[in-house]
């Protein structure tokens, strides 16, 4: 059994925001996979479901950006997993936008949801990085990360969220290389 946690903070006015971008992911994934309905578990909503046969709970945590970490560490603990079944979908600023990486435990990158994570079970956890891009200075990051996405954007983030459910099989089975492959020949056309 896996945990894949998309990282997001809660209510209709942040939906659209890029910092939520992790939700939208985990949302489009259970949707093209037939998961079950959410349950309020965990400080969170919980799915489940399963992906080429594997078993994958979905988790947006609840508690904003800054306190993710205690949902993800609450619902590891219930289902007694290790940090190595959990995946973290988040926004990364340090990639362009709508490029895809995953790479295993790394810094934080000044990403508050990874710090509450990594504070609550340190590094090692798989991270799905999905660019966002950096609007050019430091000074703008903030009104860039929770603005929402632009009009002209709307069809490169459809395209990225059905590319990553519809390669998710990749992931579950510890792919991460021909997961990324897949995805970026899937972004060309």
């Given at each position: 059994m896996q945990l894949w946690v998309?990282?997001?903070?809660?209510?209709?006015?942040?939906?659209?925001?890029r910092?939520?971008?992790?939700?939208?992911?985990?949302?489009?994934?259970?949707?093209?996979?037939?998961?079950?309905p959410e349950a309020k578990k965990f400080q969170g909503w919980l799915r489940e479901g399963r992906i080429g046969g594997l078993k994958v709970l979905l988790l947006k945590p609840a508690t904003?950006?800054?306190?993710s970490g205690r949902s993800v560490s609450e619902a590891l603990r219930f289902y007694k997993l290790g940090v190595d079944a959990l995946t973290v979908f988040?926004?990364?600023?340090?990639?362009?936008?709508?490029?895809?990486?995953?790479?295993?435990?790394g810094g934080l990158a000044g990403h508050n949801g990874l710090r509450s994570i990594d504070q609550h079970l340190g590094p090692d956890f798989r991270r799905v990085r999905i660019g966002i891009g950096h609007p050019g200075h430091k000074d703008r990051v903030t009104g860039h990360v929770l603005g929402n996405y632009a009009k002209a954007e709307q069809d490169d983030l459809a395209a990225?969220?059905?590319?990553?459910?519809?390669?998710?099989?990749?992931?579950?089975?510890?792919?991460d290389a021909r997961f990324m492959s897949d995805l970026a020949l899937r972004m060309q056309d």
């Open positions: 998309g990282l997001g903070n809660p209510g209709p006015q942040y939906a659209l925001h910092h939520n971008v992790g939700f939208m992911a985990l949302d489009t994934i259970a949707e093209v996979h037939g998961f079950g904003f950006m800054n306190e988040h926004d990364e600023l340090d990639l362009a936008p709508f490029k895809v990486k995953v790479r295993q435990g990225m969220l059905g590319g990553i459910a519809a390669e998710a099989e990749w992931l579950a089975r510890g792919d």
